[in-house]
């Protein structure tokens, strides 16, 4: 009772605080979902520009543009600033936004510490960002920062970047507990569990996952900073270190980092394919099953990342083993979107233009993965471009995907504002031929035998590489428009609708308007 109460007082923002004050201090789940997408927006946008540098680097082979040492700058900060800057704080904003209407409750369950959660994360990645005009630049070691490169080797700015990934990591953290303990303590009467919508169950799952693995990657960067600064030899092997225990620290956090990237997307998904198609989701029980299942399998796959550092042979049979069995649930998943598809009444909005595209390409992603599972070959593929277009696959029309149809769904709930159909599947169509002219090329080259990380290359990878170059540069001005349709409807879009998504009633799992606080919502209607 006493966090809902201390909403509402917060609600009236402390007394008549106008323009900013408004967002410094709302603790209104609405007003921090907004924060966190605007937020992510900005990243990812930084975040491409990185992306556009490497692009036009690789445009043809030779050194043109930049350095070789700039160059690996630009992949660290690329991956960093997509990964912990645009879609993790994307999918909070998104969790923030919608969980609350969707089980019924009048705010987050701890809505002052959402507001912390969000705050630290500019001053985070500006931090980050200052890397860049720092002596001997910004950290240069790639986003998995494997030591001894970023700790014997590192530049005096690893330090910052340390302290900002401290800081990223208390931010996740608090804003996976929040997630908890409001789907625990404050969903509506009448909602149970097996009622709850996919999104909800996906985001718990995410949440419990983030709690698990976020101090992990706090105890690797910590014994990181012992080893530059204060005398350890964690990772130092003339110390009697292991750097390859830094790989396994780094990658128990970060495969299933990788499910925390794309588990909500599988819940915006399976809202938005139901609406669209006019048919309940197939398969209610076997996706949270199968969500479930994903999570827990996914702590014990991270050597799959490691096949060539010389593990025991009997290690790379279980990791493989272990790698193949997680594409199960994932099949189901794939099974169950198609199915409810499956001679349903389909018109072709922009959310689901992107949900579609997600379930086509983040197959490919997987398939990709399941070649990659394989040990003996991954020897081959490993550190190539084909890993590159793998995991782009399911992060870009994965990840991204998922996040651009979330907005495009609930765009007419957030803002009341209806936005421009036209527009939204332009939009669409540029990303979706940005992203397979950038990424497909990729398996050829990558199979061919062109290593990641690299500023030069032989000649007989220029025309592809000419091609990926075309298609990021396609896919980035794109998100231009992306911003344009966005800005456009909240400030001149047409009213919406009361049910923007004509022929969907009954299939939009979410609450007409918060309840006085004093009460909860009625639960919403179960067919």
Known sequence: MTAVTDHHDDHEHHGPAKGIGRWLYSTNHKDIGTLYLWFSFAMFILGGAFAMVIRAELFQPGLQLVQPEFFNQMTTMHGLVMVFGAVMPAFVGLANWMIPLMIGAPDMALPRMNNLSFWILPFAFAMLASTLFMEGGAPNFGWTFYAPLSTTYAPPSVTFFIFAVHIMGASSIMGAINVVATILNMRAPGMTWMKMPLFVWTWLITAFLLIAVMPVLAGVVTMMLMDIHFGTSFFNAAGGGSPVLFQHLFWFFGHPEVYIMILPAFGVVSAIIPTF??????GYASMVYATASIALLSFIVWAHHMFTVGIPFAGELFFMAATMLISIPTGVKVFNWVTTMFRGSITFETPMLFSIAFVVLFTIGGFSGLMLAVAPADFQYHDTYFVVAHFHYVLVPGAVFSIMAAAYYWLPKWSGKMYNETLGKVHFWLSFVGVNLTFFPQHFIGLAGMPRRIPDYAVQFADFNMVS?????LFGASQIL??????????????APAKPWEGAEGLEWTVPSPAPFHTFSTPPKVD
């Not at 198609?277 to 197939?282: A, G, M, T, W, Y």
């Not at 170059?469 to 540069?473: E, N, R």
């Open 277 to 282: 198609s006019r048919k309940p989701l197939f």
């Open 469 to 473: 170059s075309v298609g990021a540069f």
């Open 482 to 495: 992306f911003l344009y349709i966005v800005i456009n409807t909240i400030m001149a879009g047409k009213k």
